[in-house]
């Protein structure tokens, strides 16, 4: 974790900008997890995409526990589009009172390099809560492509620069950029055919359209079960339980590599120090429930924890590292 809480909210970091005080009374209240009131209605979760996808997911299964815990209704609002922005627009400008969350995902850290403007400044809009859980890719090719391995990948693009094609969810995503570092570090081209979503991507690698995808293990499991697509490795920094026998990219040649996408949960900035406490500590309890981790284990994902500051160093960590991305991927969007 980076570094001691209290600390970090001493030098400012609880939140990306300004949302939490820094120390004395405040962070005592902190502590103590006292928010006197609160809820006083319905809490809403907004889940900046469609239905169904891990995110989703996430958030549904945390509405759940989280209207328990806290004694009032806590919904799931979906506000789709613009790669993330229209949901979390909406969330910047609600009321700073706790009761309109963010579910955010590496979107979030994206946005600010691949977007010529935003409607907000992700770097003092948002209020962290907590990190919920890391989703790593698996690199993927179709089963006739004669690489078995990532380091013969790599050997087959240096051989013909550019031949091969690559596939992903869109232009700027996590996938797509994800790639583009891979690419990057091992020296090596392939060309990026960007679609509109993970499952045009997937049936444009089995149709033979492209050879090669970085895909989230769930995506690619059944492909990977048919021997339809062979998993060459996961950009995690560990292996997989759901794929115990695939390398990670550092293991397979390319040493301290890790690219993994992300979920957690925030609020808009000005939220008081005691109303994210008491968020944290039910985001944190639901998060540890036995069904929550069995439902989202067979996701794919590894669950983190850490308080709103180590949240909210993560985020600027990073915008920083997608802003390198960006700049070597040649993405951009108007």
Known sequence: MPGNAEALARRGLL???AGLP???????????????????????????????????????????????????????????????????RAVASAAPDGHTLLLANTNLAINPSLYRSLPYDTATAFTPITLAVTVPNVIVVRASVPARSLAELIALAKAEPGRLNYASAGNGTFPHLAMALLLQQAGISMTHVPYNGAAPAMTAILAGQVEALSSDPVGAAQQIAAGALRPLAVTSSARLATLPDVPTVAEAGLPGFKAAGWQGFVAPAGTPAPVIATLHKAFSAALAAPDVRERLASQGVTFASGSPADFGEFLRRDMQRWKTAVAASGAAVE
């Open 15 to 17: 939140a990306v900008g």
């Open 22 to 88: 820094g120390a004395g009374g405040s962070c005592r209240a902190f502590a103590q997890g006292a928010a006197p009131g609160f809820p006083s209605r319905a809490v809403t979760i907004v889940v900046p995409f469609a239905p169904g996808g891990l995110a989703d997911v996430l958030a549904r299964l945390m509405a759940e526990k989280l209207s328990r815990s806290l004694g009032n209704s806590v919904v799931v609002e979906n506000r789709p589009g613009a790669g993330g922005i229209t949901g979390a």
